[in-house]
């Protein structure tokens, strides 16, 4: 099955290129940027050998979607999708923090607080708390944009403001934000029979202004429960059926793969690459209850080109 493993387009203007760990972002003049969300996949900060197929595609079309439904509570970077697989928006110097907020006791904040943590990212977290229970109400626990091969750190809202790394004034209208994008994607996911566990957003500033940038509400960036039994799989201390890439996460753990050194990247089999594509397919479904139509991937390379090329001319 054809995938976006990599991209190497020469697009008019073109200045620069960053390939990240999923996309590829090509720097034009007038300030543009043209995404590539690939194919790649990503877990405890390295690329995993295999693409999914259509994995870059479900990002791109969720993370529109959720811009989209959420213009109204903060401008984004978005101009336009002109491919399954591409958006294109304006380019503003990033915040280098990322803004994580968790509703529930998961993942990261459920590992720190059973190694005993109960201070995470200077938030006083509650005792007694089970993996994946409900927090009160939901936290921010920030974390530092790493540098290319380095893994985010954690770090509190007083450091942030303290190193100047976010003045104090832009750094509280983003957890104004931050709180009310969690809040919108909540009940979206509620409408769909689901619960947003804990979520990432990063923004930008462009002319003195705020923006949400890269994407959101996707399950790279953010993790989700079946609300259907919840309740019942808490009292039994069961495993919560989740969609988000944790599941890719656990895969690497039962394979004696978490990115410390020493360890060596398993072989994905090809089934377990089709289940990956399946799971984000079905999250897709599932929180926009529309059917995921599977672009045309023949020749993917020619496709984005023209369809780039063709929106780039009405930006003129």
């Known amino acids: 099955m054809a995938t976006i493993k990599t991209s190497a387009f020469h697009f008019p203007g073109q200045k620069s290129v960053y390939n990240g760990k999923v996309r590829d972002v090509y720097f034009l003049e ?16 390295y690329i995993l050998p295999k693409p999914i197929p259509y994995k870059g595609q479900v990002l791109n079309q969720l993370a529109a979607k959720f811009l989209s439904a959420t213009a109204d509570i903060v401008p984004n970077w978005l101009l336009g999708t002109p491919d399954p697989s591409v958006a294109v928006g ?5 915040f280098k923090v990322e803004m994580v907020i968790r509703g529930y006791l998961a993942g990261h904040a459920a590992r720190e607080y059973k190694n005993g943590k109960r201070v995470l990212c200077g938030v006083q977290l509650p005792e007694g708390m089970k993996e994946n229970d409900k927090f009160p109400q939901p936290i921010i626990t920030p974390a530092t944009k790493a540098e290319s091969g380095h893994h985010d750190e954690d770090i509190s809202r007083e450091d942030i403001i303290a190193k100047g790394i976010v003045s104090k004034d832009d750094y509280e209208q983003l957890e104004k934000y931050t709180y009310a994008l969690f809040e919108r994607g909540t009940k979206i996911a509620a409408e769909r029979g689901l619960i947003l566990v804990d979520t990432k957003y990063e923004f930008g500033k462009k002319n003195g202004k705020i923006y949400l940038i890269d994407e959101i509400h996707t399950p790279d960036s953010s993790r989700y429960f079946y609300a259907d039994g919840y309740a019942e799989r808490q009292a039994k201390g069961e495993k919560q059926k989740q969609l988000s890439k944790e599941f890719v996460r656990e895969w690497l753990i039962a394979n ?11 072989a994905m089999p090809d089934e377990f690459v089709n289940t990956v594509t ?16 599977k672009a045309d991937n023949s020749n993917i390379e020619a496709r984005i080109e023209k369809n780039v090329l063709q929106f780039l001319a009405t930006l003129k």
């Open 90 to 94: 304006h380019q503003c110097e990033p």
């Open 30 to 45: 007038k300030e543009y940027l043209v995404i590539v969300a690939s194919d790649r996949i990503s877990a405890f900060d």
């Open 278 to 293: 399946e799971r984000y397919i079905e999250l897709y479904e599932k929180i926009t209850g529309e059917k995921f139509v």
């Open 256 to 266: 004696n793969f978490q990115g410390l050194e020493g360890q060596t990247m398993p």
